[in-house]
């Protein structure tokens, strides 16, 4: 069965070395020319695919990189600006606010606008209602310090 296998192999290589030295029938040796220039074709499209794959993956590897170098940046950023020191003093120095002790606790309320309703604005539960700005500051376990 071997040597059958060899014997149509060698019988087709013989052919197709024939027609490429067109020592067969013109119709054969056009179809032969025509296989190997497909075959040809086809590898060197797939050459080329295969290059602009590699450029297309190298780019989207670059940008990958850059969005990381990014987004790393920005996180940096959010991290300085959020930091509880830096808000503090933010605070503190450009909007002037006072840090409270823990000790206090420190409420406000305002009225709304006498136009649009005669409702008081709820304060918080159990306090009385007026329809004055109020200002209270309690220390802990003490009554109310300080009333405007």
Do not use: W
């Amino acid at each position: 069965m071997k040597s059958e296998r060899d014997d149509v192999y060698k019988r087709v290589a013989q052919n197709f070395v024939a027609a490429l030295i067109c020592q067969t029938r013109l119709g054969v040796t056009l179809l032969v020319y025509a296989v190997l220039a497909l075959l040809l074709l086809t590898y060197v499209s797939a050459h080329v695919f295969t290059s602009m794959l590699s450029q297309d993956i190298a780019q989207l590897q670059v940008q990958r990189q850059q969005r990381k170098e990014t987004f790393n940046k920005l996180t940096g950023q959010y991290i300085s600006v959020s930091s509880r020191a830096r808000v503090s003093h933010y605070c503190e120095s450009v909007l002037g606010m006072v840090q409270t002790s823990d000790r206090s606790v420190q409420r406000f309320a305002l009225r709304e606008r006498a136009a649009t309703s005669e409702k008081d604005v709820a304060f918080a539960p159990g306090l009385s209602k007026t329809k004055e700005t109020r200002f209270t500051l309690l220390g802990k376990n003490e009554k109310s310090v300080d009333e405007r």
